[in-house]
């Protein structure tokens, strides 16, 4: 089929590792509205990898707060944390091609390492255990984690937000873990395999996952699933700069939630991001009708937030 004439399939991601923050609702209401306005279908997938960190009763207040936000889906596919059967299946397929090698470095030795970091705050892997010889492997007595080999070749996407994005995967990521020691896959691994399998054509997400896409490109090669489309949204700062995340407990939709109706939060995110001119009440059902990625702010955005504070 060709690429416009297949159906659009967004998704929300989300990890229920505490409430969203504006942060998360924001990149959420541009998943929903780029697929609502274009008649497209979203797909609701909780990314619960880390069970130390997330937990059900996160996940059920997660889909509560996407409802009272009224931002839908159409289906939920399974949690990450019941589909390490395909995942082995994905690993295999991987090792079958000679790609995956047991990684033994400690968290200590990788810290230590005077390497350079990407901006997610991962280094750029020397490659320490990549060439191990099986008697070497042997010597060690603790279970491995396990990482794929990268090419010296670039991996570019064209992203609705950011523009043109190359990244020599061997240069400046170098390999990477898909599965750590004690058998938990990694997020890499697990959202390209999600993200095909549920037919996802559409990955809107926060700006601070643009520089893993090209990893999920190279994987989405390897295991013979299409690209999607990327739309890697600006960051809400405070006004000293600093990302809102799920520290900013006030701004947390359990706090936002019984201050104020879901249109004004609506509204107030569709007027940070560009899509309206002045700050006001709007479900996210009327912005889908005039909804355009032309209009979305590209630069990260200094959110005022002393609003919701009084
Ligand atoms: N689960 C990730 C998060 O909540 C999002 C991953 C993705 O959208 O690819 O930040």
Redesign the pocket.
Known sequence: MEKDTMPLVGRF???PSGRMHLG?VFAALLAWLSVRSRGGELVLRM?DLDTQRTSPEFARILREDLTWLGLTWDRETPAQSTRSRIYDACFEQLAGMGLLYPCYCTRSQLHSVNAPHLSDGTYIYPGTCRDLTEAQRQSFSRKPAWRLRVPDREYALEDKCCGSFRQNLNRECGDFLVRRADGVYMYQLA?VVDDGLSGVTE?V??RD?LESAPRQIYLQELLGFEKPQYAHVPMLLSSDGRRLSKRDRDLDLGQLRSRMKPERLIGWLAHAAGLLDKEESVSARELAKEFSWERVKKEDIFANTDCFCR
């Open positions: 991601a989300p990890t998360n990314e959202v990955v997400r926060g996952l």
